[in-house]
């Protein structure tokens, strides 16, 4: 009688994860990774981490409430929100195709409430509009002696007393303004008279 031939018996395959992020990584194993997948693509609504937890591998032999138990721990785990987080991100751009067809599908049918925005939102991503600002800025050099002369002026403009004028001054410097307003005074005049002159210089020749 012929041996009956043994079949061997291939190793279940190891789930393909392709291009992980860190926080997939860094979960403990693959059930962990399991859970995490299918809690993000899973069927949403009531249960849905008890469900996620059973797809994963979790609580085969437990009650549906140990079973709930297990999947919120995991859920909540620091790890395990950060793998969620990460694989939320991942879901969504995969997901760009559907959200390209749709808006196309918005521009094609004219009768479409939005479809006036749908036509300018795909416009300003497509070719947004360049706009250019010019902006002149004047930089004003402002001598400091001089800004305090306007100021000493305009105070007493105002009838200031010169006791206030001293306070806000102080003794010294009110004292040094009064020197540079006299020798401003000075030359004022003196500019005064020699235009008088070339003036008079002037007039005699014609």
């Given amino acids: 009688m012929a041996r009956a031939k043994q079949k061997a018996v291939a190793a279940p395959a190891k789930p393909d994860w392709g291009q992980l992020g860190p926080a997939m990584r860094a979960l403990p194993n693959d059930q962990w990774r399991a859970f995490c997948h299918e809690l993000v693509t899973g069927k949403p609504g009531h249960g849905r981490y008890a469900r996620a937890a059973r797809a994963a591998g979790f609580g085969k032999e437990s009650t549906t409430t140990n079973v709930a138990k297990i999947a919120w721990r995991l859920a909540h785990d620091e790890r395990m929100l950060a793998a969620i987080a990460e ?31 749908a036509v300018l939102s795909l416009l300003e991503r497509t070719d947004p509009v360049v706009s250019k600002q010019t902006i002149d800025i004047t930089h004003r050099v402002i001598d400091p002696d001089q800004e305090a002369l306007e100021e000493l002026r305009a105070l007493r403009q105002l009838g200031v007393s010169r006791e206030k004028m001293v306070e806000t001054f102080g003794g010294n410097g009110l004292a040094r303004l009064e020197r540079l307003e006299a020798a401003d005074m000075a030359r004022r005049a003196s500019e005064a008279k020699l235009i008088e002159g070339n003036l008079i210089e002037v007039e005699n020749n014609g």
Wanted: charged residues 30%; proline residues 3%.
């Fill in 87 to 117: 694989e939320s991100r991942k879901y969504l751009r995969g997901s760009h195709p559907e959200a390209v067809a749709a808006l196309l599908a918005m521009i094609r049918n004219s009768g479409h409430r939005d479809h006036g925005r």
